[in-house]
């Protein structure tokens, strides 16, 4: 295992993803263009990467609510996404999933995982409109796509004007699909071997909900659910 340790814990590994997309943006800005980036971190891993890099910024942290879908036998292996308002994607694998029963199944329980999550974090969060900004998608590391793929499509409905991927880790092989989703992929380390994102964090705890609204309080300021 030790061999495969490239980051101390997630937080760490946002403040070097944050150096790498701060260097990004103030290309832009060199080129002449007017830049306003907004951070979307996919929960709950995402948020402790994603908050040091909007701090860098100065700009506001979002979320993008997004769950794979699994196979009850195989809970581990995505064979599709789905974000909380139902935008869903499958494995290409899969032609049979919307007639196959136990898969709409799985498919309705990763949406309810989604929405549950949205509504917990919802309040913590500006949801400013990311028409024309530059939206940064972050994740903790990326390990089949199929996540990534579902929030990108949630992003391009917002109508951004780029969304840029990025993420401390992701398979060398995933780069290409990486590059062809987005505008920008920024991936600190591309890994040929991949067992799993966990191996390549010396520390990669379950991230409790209040770790999270911790995430997005540190960068947009205390705030309340009403009522």
């Not at 080129?31 to 907004?38: D, E, K, R, Y």
């Not at 910024?57 to 809970?75: F, Q, T, V, W, Y």
């Not at 799985?106 to 530059?134: M, T």
Request: hydrophobic residues 45%.
């Amino acid at each position: 295992m030790p061999h495969c340790v490239l980051f101390c814990d997630r937080n760490s590994a946002g403040i070097q993803l944050a150096e790498a997309i701060e260097a990004e943006i103030n290309l832009v800005k060199a080129s002449g263009v007017s830049v306003s980036p907004i951070v979307y971190a996919l929960p709950r891993g995402g948020l402790p990467v994603a908050s040091p890099v909007a701090l860098k910024l100065g700009c506001p942290l979002e979320i993008i609510s997004a769950k794979k879908i699994a196979r009850p036998e195989d809970p581990e292996l995505a064979i599709g996404a789905v974000t909380a308002d139902g935008l869903v994607i499958w494995s290409s694998r899969l032609p049979e999933a919307k007639s196959d029963a136990s898969l709409q199944l799985a498919f309705q329980e990763a949406k309810a995982k989604a929405q549950a999550q949205l509504e917990h974090l919802a309040p913590y969060c500006p949801n400013l409109s990311a028409e024309g900004a530059i939206a940064i998608l972050i994740d903790d590391g990326i390990a089949t796509g199929m996540t990534t793929a579902v929030a990108i499509l949630s992003l391009r409905l917002k109508r951004p004007a780029a969304v840029w991927i990025a993420t401390p880790v992701a398979p060398l092989a995933l780069m290409k699909m990486l590059q062809e989703w987005s505008d920008k992929a920024i991936v600190l380390a591309q890994p040929q071997n991949f067992p799993s994102v966990s191996r390549f964090y010396n520390e990669f705890p379950q991230l409790e909900i209040e770790e999270a609204i911790s995430c997005l309080q540190q960068v947009n300021g205390s705030k309340e659910a009403e009522g």
